[in-house]
Nanobody, 120 residues
């Protein structure tokens, strides 16, 4: 059973950079044909995809967030991380990490989510 757990600060000041980590257990982030992604849900709105890092360490980001986004991984610790710069109150959301299967092209495992609030 694969498990994902997000961690990071719950409160970020405007203009700061958000750093979140997703620790994966029960499966390797280098396993073939899996894509490890970040998604967020602002209050009262739908899910917004942020980007992913693949099993080959390729990255792909949402065009609307690309200039502020960086996703990286640490294979020794089996985790991947999100950095989102120049945070504004509009970035307030619940942030989720998840796994996308390249075989079925479905998200098969999700973290529980972590609330991030941007406020001074």
């Amino acid at each position: 059973q694969v498990q994902l757990q997000e961690s990071g600060p719950g409160l970020v000041k405007p203009s700061q950079t958000l750093s979140l980590t997703c620790t994966v257990s029960g499966g390797s982030i280098t396993a073939l044909r899996y894509y490890w992604s970040w998604v967020r849900q602002p209050p009262g709105k739908g899910l917004e995809w942020i980007g992913y890092i693949s099993y080959l360490e390729n990255t792909y980001y949402s065009p609307s967030l690309k200039s502020r986004t960086s996703i990286s991984r640490n294979t020794s610790n089996n985790h991947f991380s999100l950095q989102l710069s120049s945070m504004t109150p509009e970035d307030t959301a619940v942030y989720y990490c998840d796994r996308l299967s390249g075989s079925s092209w479905t998200y098969d495992y999700w973290g529980q989510g972590t609330q991030v609030t941007v406020s001074s």
